[in-house]
């Protein structure tokens, strides 16, 4: 029961680079969440989804992008990696019914991904 | 947009003390309330949750929280911490019946318990 899987771990990045944070849940969630964390600030959201093909903005968008292919994968990637993006990345899952509270789960999160930009 | 508000920063407390941590939230509408906890290094775990019924909720490790509608508040209360409690503890609001399904988090308080 693997719940909700983040790779990398850890990434060092140059100023520039790129790289995409994989995110990938088997409880066949529709909704899927991406988190940044920084210390004092709490988890701020930047992007999330509500089901494959459907994305939207969250609190702090810039610099990044999503894609939502299948319901298991949404990928989040950083085009030119700044040092204002390192951070904690949380990857986060929910099943949320459209109709109302019954049968809505809490979020579940991954383990997180460190990133360095320098 | 829903915000939330934690009154703490950080917090420190003697194995054995009572805890209470607040939280508040603005948003008009029917939520979904949660406490999460932050282990050091690790991510963030549910310690519990309220959708509906009884506004008192019980969750792990001893924790409950409150729910008071008329206070938007849901604040945490453990009556007597261990060491092992010590982390970092997020409360999160997510709208329901409505188009907006974010889940959005406080800033976190850091509770230190000293053996």
């Known amino acids: 029961n693997a719940g909700v899987t983040q790779t990398p771990k850890f990434r060092i990045l140059k100023i520039g680079q790129s790289m995409t944070l994989q995110c990938t849940q088997d409880?066949?969630?529709?909704?899927m969440y991406w988190y940044r964390q920084d210390p004092g600030m709490g988890l701020k959201l930047i992007y999330y989804s509500v089901g494959a093909g459907i994305t939207d903005k969250g609190e702090v968008p810039n610099g990044y992008n999503v894609s939502r292919s299948t319901t298991e994968d949404f990928p989040l990637r950083l085009e030119l990696a700044a040092p204002s993006q390192t951070s904690v990345y949380f990857c986060a899952s929910s099943y949320i019914r459209d109709t109302g509270g019954l049968g809505n789960t809490e979020a579940f999160f991954g383990q997180g991904t460190r990133l360095t930009v320098v | 947009a829903q915000s939330v508000s934690q009154h703490n920063h950080h917090v420190i407390l003697s194995e054995a003390a009572s805890l209470e941590l607040g939280c508040n939230y603005s948003y008009g509408g029917t939520v979904n309330l949660f406490w999460y906890v932050q282990y050091p290094g690790q991510h963030l775990q549910l310690l519990l949750k309220y959708f509906s019924g009884d506004p008192l909720v019980k969750g792990i490790k001893g924790f409950e929280a409150e729910f008071i509608k008329s206070k938007f508040s849901f604040n945490l209360r453990k009556p007597s911490v261990q060491w092992s409690d010590t982390a970092e503890y997020f409360c999160?609001?997510?709208?329901?019946?409505?188009?907006?399904?974010?889940?959005?988090f406080g800033a976190g308080t850091t509770v230190t318990v000293r053996a």
């Open positions: 999160a609001v997510r709208p329901i019946f409505s188009n907006d399904y974010k889940l959005s």
């Open positions: 409880m066949n969630h529709n909704y």
